[in-house]
Structures are given as C-alpha cells and as structure tokens.
C-alpha cells in the first residue's frame, strides 16, 4: 500500500523535497487529506494543511514504531 511517503522515495535519493517525518510537506491539501482518510485520521475534515501534515507525521512514527 503506498505511503505519505512513496512520491520521496520513488525519485530516488538525489530528489528534493522538504519532508516532515516522512510526510511530502509540499503536496497539496487534498492529497494529504486522501492520505488522512485511508489511514482514518480523526478530525481530518476540520484541519488544515499544517494539522494534516502533523496528523500524518504522527501516525507515520507511530505505525514504524509498531513495526520495529
């Protein structure tokens, strides 16, 4: 299943883009609100850009530190 992280990681190492956590700081609203909504983040209509990157960040960490 692809990530909030796959568009990173897919242009390889030497591809630039500010990144939050893992989270594409710079994609747009929609995008990671979608992102939001398939890992059924809680309060995602309600929040802004800024939220939903930080909404993503933490349910990024958390699902790596379950999977470690």
Do not use: C, F, W
């Given at each position: 299943?692809?990530?909030?992280?796959?568009a990173?990681?897919?242009?390889?190492?030497?591809?630039?883009?500010?990144?939050?956590?893992?989270?594409?700081?710079?994609?747009?609203?929609?995008?990671?609100?979608?992102?939001?909504?398939?890992?059924?983040?809680?309060?995602?209509?309600?929040?802004?850009?800024?939220?939903?990157?930080?909404a993503?960040?933490?349910?990024?960490?958390?699902?790596?530190?379950?999977?470690?």
């Amino acid at each position: 299943t692809p990530g909030p992280s796959d568009a990173q990681a897919k242009g390889g190492k030497n591809t630039e883009r500010p990144t939050a956590g893992g989270v594409d700081a710079t994609a747009t609203k929609d995008h990671l609100y979608q992102q939001a909504t398939r890992l059924k983040i809680p309060g995602r209509s309600k929040m802004t850009k800024g939220e939903l990157v930080e909404a993503l960040e933490r349910e990024s960490n958390r699902l790596t530190k379950k999977n470690a």
